[in-house]
């Protein structure tokens, strides 16, 4: 059983930055491959970036350039640096695990969720 604790939401200008993180535990975390997903008020859940074992990336078309995922395999994190940030990146943010070892975009490709934070960007 994994657990995954998300960091670093907040309120933040348009144009601003803002670094997510998620500490995970309870598994080996090397082995799973990590997403950022994110839901607005009366919006689905919806695919934001994936990050896979060997560090091959995936982005939603609507952040490439402005948002960065990574991973540190020896901290057991996964982050997500917000960039040029719109009020349209308005949303809870949840971390995800998936037992796989590629990017994926799906919501029901991963096996475990955090409890997300909240990102509002707003003047």
């Known amino acids: 059983q994994v657990q995954l604790v998300e960091s670093g939401g907040g309120l933040v200008q348009p144009g601003g930055s803002l670094r997510l993180s998620c500490a995970a535990s309870g598994g080996i975390f090397s082995s799973y491959a990590m997403g950022w997903f994110r839901q607005a008020p009366g919006k689905e859940r919806e695919f934001v970036a994936a990050?896979?074992?060997?560090?091959?990336?995936y982005y939603r078309d609507s952040v490439k350039g402005r948002f960065t995922i990574s991973r540190d395999n020896a901290e057991n994190t996964v982050s997500l640096q917000m960039n040029s940030v719109k009020p349209e990146d308005t949303a809870v943010y949840y971390c995800?695990?998936?037992?796989?070892?590629?990017?994926?975009?799906?919501?029901?490709?991963?096996?475990?969720w955090g409890q997300g934070t909240q990102v509002t960007v707003s003047s």
């Open positions: 995800a695990a998936a037992k796989g070892r590629n990017t994926y975009s799906s919501p029901a490709a991963y096996d475990y």
């Open positions: 990050i896979g074992w060997y560090a091959s990336t």
